[in-house]
């Protein structure tokens, strides 16, 4: 089985400050994680991924996530927050012992607000 | 290279109405998959489809249903519409998906076709 917990709805940043997405998951095997970004009214664009390796991920805009296993975690992170990452961010789990039986599994989302 | 396509990308129905949403995959990709986004909640997964077969289905009614093409291109339909399947529904595609050691690909998304039951 596989799920996965985002458990703030909204986070408020200024911009310039470090922005933290909290992200947690649960699965049999080991996870295969994904954070995917959301613009009003628009599809879901990637960002990163971890498959295995670096528990440090780099992706798109300026974006990392820190994979830790003993927490189950999987938060994104940001050191210089923009206006324009304001957005809805959602993390994904999918779990290695479903040997691809189930698709990703989406956490129910964070809204990202920026402050000028 | 083009991305995910979907079509309609808006579309109004009355309940009771049937639709048919339409996806065309990034090339090469085999896999599609098919979520719906209720406006302020989260992304529920709908279908799987790769290689032209079922692969796995979200827990939603038998009047949502699709099929997937021999040039990987997909179909979403649900009969019956009901108000509550007012929402935005994504289709996605990544490659070859099912097994282990494809788990990790990473699925593509298309920017939605916007329903709105009346």
């Known amino acids: 089985a596989q799920s996965v917990a985002q458990p703030e709805d909204q986070v408020n940043v200024a911009e310039g400050n470090p922005l933290t997405v909290k992200c947690t998951y649960s699965v049999s095997g080991n996870p295969y994680l994904f954070w995917y970004v959301q613009y009003p009214n628009r599809g879901l664009q990637f960002l990163l991924k971890?498959?295995?390796?670096?528990?440090l991920v780099k992706g798109s805009y300026g974006f990392e996530a820190e994979f830790n296993k003993s927490q189950t975690s999987f938060h994104l992170k940001k050191p210089s927050a923009l206006v324009s990452d304001s957005a809805l961010y959602f993390c994904a789990v999918r779990d290695s012992m479903d040997m691809g039986r189930r698709a990703l599994t989406f956490g129910s989302g964070t809204r990202l607000q920026v402050q000028p | 290279e083009a991305g995910v396509t979907q079509s309609p990308t808006h579309l109004i129905k009355t309940r009771g109405q049937q639709v048919t949403l339409r996806c065309s995959p990034i090339?090469?990709?085999?896999?599609v998959y098919w979520y719906q986004q209720a406006l302020g909640l989260g992304l529920q997964f709908l279908l799987w489809y790769d290689e032209g077969e079922e692969r796995n289905r979200g827990n939603f009614p038998p009047r949502f249903s699709g099929r997937q093409f021999p040039n990987y291109s997909s179909e979403l339909n649900v009969n019956a519409l009901e108000l509550e399947d007012s929402a935005l529904y994504l289709c996605a595609s990544s490659f070859n998906s099912a097994g282990q050691a494809s788990s990790g690909n990473t699925i593509y998304f298309g920017e939605g076709s916007w329903l709105t039951v009346v």
């Open positions: 090339s090469g990709h085999t896999s």
């Open positions: 971890y498959i295995t390796g670096d528990n």
